[in-house]
């Protein structure tokens, strides 16, 4: 179980690291000469899939402690 979690958090901030755009976007940014604009987008596609991973790992705990209290 803990080398599970230790995998997961390991995954995830290498997913944070990495480039976050479709082929269509990384030919149209690649073509200006300021890298700021693609920058822009991997930092905004980062944050919107953290967040739904955020709220569902929220709720998990939510439950989890819920589960926690009333089993005592």
């Given at each position: 179980m803990?080398?599970?979690?230790?995998f997961?958090?390991?995954?995830?901030f290498?997913?944070?690291?990495?480039?976050?755009?479709?082929?269509?976007?990384?030919?149209?940014l690649?073509?200006?000469?300021?890298?700021?604009?693609?920058?822009?987008?991997?930092?905004?596609?980062v944050?919107l899939m953290?967040?739904?991973y955020?709220?569902v790992?929220?709720?998990?705990?939510?439950?989890?402690k819920?589960?926690?209290?009333?089993?005592?």
């Amino acid at each position: 179980m803990k080398t599970k979690i230790i995998f997961l958090l390991f995954s995830l901030f290498f997913f944070l690291k990495s480039n976050a755009q479709c082929a269509m976007c990384r030919a149209v940014l690649e073509s200006e000469e300021t890298q700021t604009a693609a920058e822009g987008i991997n930092d905004g596609i980062v944050y919107l899939m953290a967040i739904p991973y955020i709220l569902v790992g929220g709720l998990g705990y939510f439950i989890y402690k819920k589960y926690k209290t009333l089993k005592k």
